[in-house]
């Protein structure tokens, strides 16, 4: 097994552009700001990599978060004795490294019982299950996840074809460039029951794993249709999936039942489940802590009253999208910020 690259992954922003769809395609991604909202980066995260393939931040004993703009959405493990819960997959040709670093966190045990939690069905968060599913004891996601997921089949075998000459072309290392070749020839056989989670959750489910209760809710239409929190209760730690952009402009789909208004109601969710003390880890940007939440609902309900003054004038939609306001200062994912705007107008003007 090698040791992770010292230099960091530079693999092809293409790869989540793809998944983010045409819209956000047509402009590059700015760097955004982050330093300045990471709570763990300021007084410097334990970084935990030893034998690892990937890089990750020990966020606590037992937690790990690999947070990299430029391989998905943030994906964690937490472990206790041999077992195991993968948040999110992330693309498929990294999926197989999230899997074995998984192991090597619990220990590496001949026998890991590992299971997974899908925050949403976007490519991003989901493209590698193939390679987790079939080997989990559980997987979970919400009800509307489940087929949105399937959907996508031919986009993960895709993604996980061009896998290896992205990391031949962002210089990855050895052994992540084996497991993304072994999951290309893989792909070819992969069919929706490899990629669909199997235990779908309706509003809210708590599972138990050592000492932890890992609580799951979902507060209605939010980013998409089928966001969940996943809560380690005890740990007083939450992955919001993409409720949450730290430093970055948020992402709305619009064909997947995004609200603005639903999005703020979700993000009191969670902010109700947090003190001063939570770790959040978002579902892009770097760990923070509750503060990246309410900074999520200022933007979103700037957005809303931002968009209402404007159509209030009675300004056109066309003109709107090429506004900016003070809370969207130095955010990354530029390309992001007309299409938040056009799916506010349209919610707003329905
Ligand atoms: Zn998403």
Known sequence: MTTHQSAPLQL?????LAFLGAAAGSAAIATPALAKMSRLGESGALMSSE???????????????????????????MTSGS???????????????????????????????????????????????????PHASASYAHEN???????????????????????RRSKGSDELMKLAMKAAEESENWTAKDIAPRNPIKKSESISIGDETVSLHHFGNGHTDNDLLVHFENANIVHTGDLVFNGLHPFFDQSAGVTASGWIKSLNGILDRCDKDTIVVPGHGPVADRTVIETQISYVQGLLDNVQRQLDKGNAKAEIRTMSWDFMDGLGFESLRERAIDAVCDELSS
């Not at 077992?83 to 992330?90: H, R």
């Open 12 to 16: 092809d922003r293409r790869s989540f």
């Open 51 to 77: 034998g690892m393939v990937l890089k990750w931040d020990q966020i606590k004993p037992g937690f790990h978060a690999m947070v990299d703009l430029n391989t998905g959405g943030n994906a964690m493990v």
């Open 83 to 133: 077992s195991a819960i993968l948040i999110d997959t992330k693309f498929a040709y990294i999926a197989g490294a999230l899997k074995q670093d998984a192991s090597l966190q619990a220990g590496d045990p001949t026998d890991l019982d590992l299971s997974l939690i899908n925050t949403h069905h976007h490519g991003d968060h989901t493209g590698g299950n193939a390679l987790i599913v």
């Open 145 to 167: 996840a489940i087929n949105r997921i399937t959907d996508q089949l031919d986009r993960f075998k895709q993604g996980a074809q061009s896998g290896p000459s992205q990391i």
